[in-house]
C-alpha cells in the first residue's frame, strides 16, 4: 500500500524513508510502554501498600502463617505485593494498547488502492511482488 503510487525509480528512497519512520515509531511506542509501565507499577503498589498495615485485621489473623515476625517473612510479603502491582500495571497497558487498536481499524477504512494509470497493466505482477 506505501508504495502503489510511487514510480520504480524512487521505491528505493522511499523504502528507506518508510523503514526509518517505522523504527522510530516504534521506538518512541516501546519507550510510552515502559513509561507506563514503571509509573503504573509504581502507583499501585503505593496504593496496595497503603493496605498492608499491622493495624489491619487480616494481616494480624495470618502474621504467623506468613512468618511476618522475620525480616524474611516481611521481605516475602513485599515482594508478592511488588508481583501483583506489576500485574496490575500489565494488565493496564494492555488495556491501553487494546483501545489504541480498537481506535486505529475505522482508520483501515480510509486506506484506499492504488490507482493504476491506463496502459501499465502489465506491471500489476511486479507491484504485487514489490
Do not use: C
Amino acid at each position: 500500500m506505501a508504495f502503489g503510487t510511487l514510480p520504480p525509480a524512487l521505491r528505493t528512497q522511499r523504502t528507506g524513508l518508510f523503514n526509518l519512520m517505522r523504527n522510530i515509531g516504534a521506538s518512541i511506542g516501546i519507550s510510552m510502554m515502559g513509561y507506563l509501565l514503571v509509573r503504573n507499577s509504581a502507583v499501585t503498589q503505593a496504593g496496595l501498600v497503603e493496605h498492608v498495615t499491622p493495624f489491619r485485621q487480616v494481616i494480624r489473623d495470618h502474621a504467623q502463617q506468613l512468618g511476618l515476625a522475620i525480616p524474611g517473612g516481611r521481605a516475602a510479603l513485599a515482594q508478592l505485593v511488588t508481583a501483583q502491582a506489576e500485574t496490575v500495571a500489565f494488565i493496564d497497558n494492555f488495556k491501553l494498547m487494546m483501545f489504541v487498536s480498537l481506535l486505529a481499524i475505522p482508520l483501515v477504512m480510509l486506506v484506499q488502492r492504488s490507482r493504476r494509470l491506463p496502459g501499465k497493466e502489465g506491471q500489476a505482477g511486479t507491484l504485487a511482488e514489490a
